[in-house]
C-alpha cells in the first residue's frame, strides 16, 4: 500500500491496524479515544435524527448513522470499558471506576465490578482458554461449536445465530441482568432513572422514532452481530499437542494480531487490467475491509495480542505503534509476534483450532451450570 499517496498513509495505518516500515508515531491519550468514541456516537443519532425528520432520500442516512453510533458504543466498549477494568484508562482507579460504571450502564453490558474481576481473573490467568474462561463456554454453550465439526458447519452455525431472534432476544435479556444482578441498589435507581428521564423526553418531544431507530436498534441486534464476530476472532484454541500450558510462549501462541486490508495491484499492471485490479481493490477495501474494520474490529482489538503481553502498558492508546515499537525493541522476552490479514481468514482460523482441539478437553459436559448471564457476558470479555 505504499504504492498510494503520502495523504493517504495515516488513514491506511489505522484502517489496517498496522504501521509501515519507518512510520513516524501519532501520539493519542486516553481521553482522545474518549471523545471520539462520543463523538461517534453523538454523530450517528444527528445523522439519524436528519434521516427521520426529512425522509425520502434522506433515509440513505440510516445506514452512515446506525454504523457511527455502533462504531462509537464499540469503542467504547472494547477500548474504554475495558482500559477502565484494568484499572489503566487514567490509571487512576476512582474516576476509572466511575467511568467504567457509567459506560456499563449506558450500553447496558456486564456491571463493570464484576466484569473487571472475572476478567483478569479467568481471561489474564492461568484459566485462559480453558473451560473456565467465559469465552470458551460462550463458543461451546451459546454458539454450540465443538472440537471435530468442520468449517462449513461452524459457520453454518454462526450465521444461524447471527439472524436468529431468539438468540437475540436471549442476548440483550442477559445484557440487561449482567448488569443489574451485580450493581448495588443505588446504581439500579440511577440506571432506571436515567432511562425513564430518556423515555419521558422522548415522549415529550415525539421523539420515540429516534430512540427506537436510531438507539435501541443499533445497541441491540447490530451491537450483538458485532459481539459475535469479534468473539470468533479473538483467540485461537489450544492444540491437543501442546501439553506445556504455561510460561509467555504459550499465551502468546493462543492470539494473533488481525490486519485488515489488502496489498494493492502490482506497479507492473497496464490498461485495462489495472484498472479491472484498482477496481477490484478499491471495491474490497471500501465494501470488504473497511466495514470490517469499523464495524467489528474497532479500536484496538487489531492488536488484540499486544494488549494480551502488556496489559498495563500506559501507552495502550497509541496500540497501533506501541506494538510495533515492542517489535522492534525485541518484545522483550515473548516470542515474535504472530499476525494474520482478514476478518474471515481471523475467524476460519479460529474455528479450525477449535476443531482440531482435544474433544475431551473442551467438552461442555465438563463445564458447570451456567447462566445465560455468564455465557452471553462472556461475548465482549
Known amino acids: 500500500m505504499r504504492r ?23 501520539r493519542l491519550t486516553p481521553t482522545v479515544h474518549l471523545v471520539t468514541a462520543t463523538g461517534s456516537v453523538a454523530a450517528g443519532l444527528t445523522a439519524t435524527g436528519v434521516a427521520l425528520a426529512l425522509s425520502g432520500w434522506w433515509l440513505a442516512l440510516l445506514l452512515p448513522g ?5 462504531h462509537g458504543a464499540r469503542n467504547l466498549r472494547m477500548m474504554v470499558f475495558h482500559q477502565c477494568a484494568h484499572r489503566n484508562m487514567w490509571a487512576r482507579k476512582r474516576p476509572d471506576q466511575i467511568l467504567g460504571k457509567i459506560v456499563a450502564g449506558v450500553l447496558m453490558v456486564q456491571h463493570f465490578e464484576r466484569y473487571s474481576a472475572e476478567h483478569v481473573a479467568d481471561h489474564h490467568a492461568l484459566h485462559h482458554m480453558t473451560l473456565r474462561d467465559p469465552t470458551v463456554q460462550a463458543f461451546l454453550v451459546s454458539l454450540r461449536l465443538r472440537p471435530g465439526m468442520t468449517r462449513r458447519q461452524m459457520w453454518r ?3 444461524g445465530r447471527l439472524v436468529s431472534p431468539v438468540f437475540h432476544a436471549r442476548f440483550l435479556w442477559a445484557r440487561i441482568r449482567s448488569y443489574s444482578h ?8 440511577i440506571t432506571a432513572t436515567g432511562y425513564a428521564a430518556v423515555a ?15 438507539w435501541v436498534l443499533p445497541m441491540t441486534v447490530f451491537f450483538q452481530i458485532s459481539n459475535t464476530l469479534r468473539l470468533c476472532v479473538k ?37 485495462g487490467a489495472a484498472v479491472r485490479a484498482w477496481a477490484r481493490w478499491w471495491t474490497r477495501m471500501l465494501l470488504v475491509h473497511f466495514p470490517s474494520r469499523y464495524l467489528v474490529l474497532t479500536g484496538d482489538t487489531v492488536c488484540h495480542d499486544f494488549h494480551h503481553r502488556r496489559p498495563m502498558s500506559r501507552d495502550w492508546a497509541n496500540y497501533i505503534f506501541a506494538r510495533q515499537a515492542d517489535i522492534d525493541g525485541g518484545h522483550r522476552g515473548w516470542p515474535p509476534y504472530r499476525e494474520i ?41
Do not use: C, M
Open 4 to 26: 498510494l499517496p503520502r495523504f493517504a498513509q495515516l488513514p491506511l495505518t489505522f484502517l489496517t491496524g498496522r504501521p509501515h516500515t519507518g512510520q513516524r508515531p501519532l
Open 66 to 70: 446506525w454504523a457511527s453510533t455502533l
Open 157 to 159: 452455525q454462526v450465521l
Open 182 to 189: 451485580a450493581a448495588s441498589r443505588t446504581e439500579r435507581v
Open 200 to 214: 419521558a423526553l422522548a415522549t415529550v418531544a415525539h421523539a420515540w422514532p429516534l430512540v427506537l431507530v436510531g
Open 235 to 271: 483467540h485461537t484454541f489450544p492444540a491437543p499437542w501442546q501439553t506445556q500450558r504455561r510460561g509467555k510462549a504459550y499465551f502468546a501462541s493462543l492470539t494473533n494480531a488481525i490486519f485488515i486490508g489488502e496489498p494493492a495491484p502490482a506497479s507492473s499492471l497496464r490498461g
Open 341 to 381: 490479514w482478514g476478518l474471515i481468514p481471523a475467524i476460519n482460523l479460529v474455528l479450525d483450532s477449535l476443531a482440531e482441539a482435544d474433544p475431551d478437553e473442551f467438552d461442555p459436559q465438563r463445564l458447570a451450570e451456567t447462566s445465560d448471564r455468564e455465557l452471553f457476558a462472556a461475548f465482549d470479555d
